[in-house]
């Protein structure tokens, strides 16, 4: 029987990138040191700054 009008259904070959992957430790790092700073900062304004009103 000839098979030339069947799908063969193949993994795809992964692609390989020449890029190097980005350093997630570093920058992964300052963006919760920014969070907290600003958590920080939140709780310092209405701790000393915001009228006691509300």
């Known amino acids: ?8 259904f193949e993994r795809r070959k992964p692609k390989q990138d020449n ?8 920058k992964k790092g300052l963006i919760w040191l920014a969070i907290a ?7 310092t304004y209405y701790q000393f700054i915001a009228p006691q009103g509300i």
């Open 19 to 26: 890029r190097k992957p980005a350093a997630p430790g570093p």
């Open 37 to 43: 700073i600003v958590i920080a900062l939140v709780w």
């Open 1 to 8: 029987m000839n098979d030339n009008n069947v799908l063969k």
